[in-house]
Each structure stands twice: as C-alpha cells, then as structure tokens.
C-alpha cells in the first residue's frame, strides 16, 4: 500500500535536485551535479587483513553533502543518489561472485536518536541494484563508539576495539563471499575491526565497499 503511494507521489512530483535545485533532470542529483562527483580509479584502494577494499568517490562537494544529509538531516530518499554511485563503480570492479551484503551497523542508543541506520537504506536499494542479497541483522554494534573524524588511526582502532559482534542465530555459510557497506573509509578502522572479527568466527571471502574516501593525495 505504501510502495502505491510513494508511486502516485512519483507521479505528482517532479523531483529537484537536492544539492542545486534544479528540476530540469526529475531527479535527486541533476547531470550538472553528477559531473562534480570525483569518481576513484578502478581497483582495490588498500588491503586490510588481506581483504580488498574499494571506494567509489573522493569524499569531497556533493558526496559529503549526500553523506550529511542522509545522515543527519533525515533525507532517507537519498539513500538510492547513494547505492546508485556505489553501483556504477562497483559495476566496474566486481568479480563473479554473488555477495552477501553487510552493512556497517550502528549503536541501538544512535538508532534510537537517528530513527534509522542510513546504511540500512542503502543496502536496501543496492541489493536491489545488484541482486544481491543483504543481511541487516548479522552484524550488531554493542560499543556506542566517539565520533571518529577527530581521532588519529591509533585512537580510532582502540574507540572501535570490539565494537562489533555477530548474531549467532544467523546461519550464514563460512564461504559465502561478504561485502561490507560503508559510507566513508579513511584509516579502514571500521572495516578492519568487522574484518578481523568475521576472519576470527572463520569467514574466508570478505571484500568492502564505502561510498567515499578523503582526498588524501592532494
Ligand atoms: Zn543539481
């Protein structure tokens, strides 16, 4: 009954550009807009505990306002503006292998405040991108952790120390390939932290995907 009604809306609306206005392009990011996005090369960014991981964009412009307000300023809908970057460069990297995808959990005391996991939303619509299959459940935050933008790597590592857990009433087998989802990778302490846990309960094909990066060559 929602998904008609979200329809009709479609259909009533035309939709602006959240980040110049514009309605030219009926969509959520408008084409000028698009061309701003810093796309990252093709390949694998960095290796942690041997498990590739990738970004898909600098985390500059539109990419961080994207990332706030989906975050912080309640805009849900732009979670697809976000699984749909993902795609087109996850489009141009993938293997073979039909992933589980896991998003990075938070805290139940930061849902509680937020309403919603924003990377639960994105696995949403990218799941539905790729056909892939996805797990919100499976990874489960137990550590409400500080901020990490102002922490250094050593201090972020030991914020997120045993942050996560799994749940063991999810049946997942051990050579399922794993992608983990996340909106922002910089020192990989995050996908590090879930890296080594999932390696620890025996997991063998771990790969993760974040959004965005900082621009750390400039
Ligand atoms: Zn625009």
């Known amino acids: 009954m929602i998904k008609i009604f979200e329809k009709l809306l479609d259909l009533i609306y035309i939709k602006y550009c959240y980040f110049c206005k514009s309605t030219k392009d009926d969509s959520l990011l408008c084409s000028k807009c698009y061309k701003k996005i810093r796309f990252m090369p093709y390949g694998v960014l960095r290796k942690e505990e041997g498990c590739n991981i ?126 983990i989802i996340d909106d922002i990778t910089s020192t990989g302490a995050t996908f590090n932290e879930i890296i080594k846990l999932l390696k620890k309960e025996g997991y063998k094909n771990i790969t993760a995907l974040a959004l965005a990066t900082p621009d750390i060559w400039n």
């Open 54 to 179: 990738y970004a898909c964009t600098i985390y500059d412009g539109i990419v961080k306002d994207l990332i706030k307000a989906l975050k912080y300023k309640r805009k849900k809908n732009l979670s697809a503006v976000m699984s749909r970057l993902m795609y087109e460069y996850w489009q141009n990297v993938k293997t073979d292998d039909k992933f589980l995808i896991l998003p990075v959990p938070i805290h139940k005391t930061r849902l509680k405040e937020r309403k919603y996991n924003h990377m639960d939303l994105t696995a949403d619509s990218f799941s539905e991108l790729t056909k892939y299959i996805s797990d919100k459940k499976f990874l489960i935050r137990i550590k409400d952790t500080k901020k990490q933008y102002n922490l250094h790597k050593k201090e972020r590592e030991k914020n997120l120390k045993d942050a996560f857990i799994i749940n063991k009433d999810r049946k997942i087998d051990k050579n399922t390939p794993l992608l």
